[in-house]
C-alpha cells in the first residue's frame, strides 16, 4: 500500500512540476492573472471559472482532511496556504510527507487516521 501511493504521489507530482514548468516557458503566470484581474468579463470562458471554483473546492475539502490530521492550528494554516497557493503539488507533497512517517507494515487507516 505505502509503495503504491508514494509511487502515485511522485508521478502526480512530477507530472504537475513538469507541466507547470512547460507552461511557464511558453508564457509566465502572472499576464495571465493580470488580465482576469482587469478584465474579468472579457473572453473569459465559463467553463474556466466553473473549472477553477471546482478546483478550489476540492483543494478545500482535501485541507479539512490535512486539518483533521495535523494537531497544531500553525501547521493547518500553512498547509491551507500551501494547498490554496500551489493546489495539486502541495497536496502530492503532504501525501508524500504522511506515508514517509509510516512504517513498511502500515494499513490505509494508519494513513487516513490521525496520529494516536
Known sequence: MKFRLGL???TAL???ISVSIWATGHISISPVIDNLLAQPGEGNNPWFVATLLDAYFGF??????????ERSWLS?????VLILGLGNMAMGAY????LYRLPADAKIE???LRRG
Open 14 to 16: 512530477a507530472a504537475l
Open 110 to 112: 494508519d494513513l487516513l
Open 95 to 98: 501525501i508524500l510527507i504522511q
Open 76 to 80: 493547518r494554516v500553512i498547509w491551507l
Open 8 to 10: 502515485f504521489a511522485l
Open 60 to 69: 478545500l475539502w482535501f485541507w479539512a482532511w490535512v486539518a483533521y490530521k
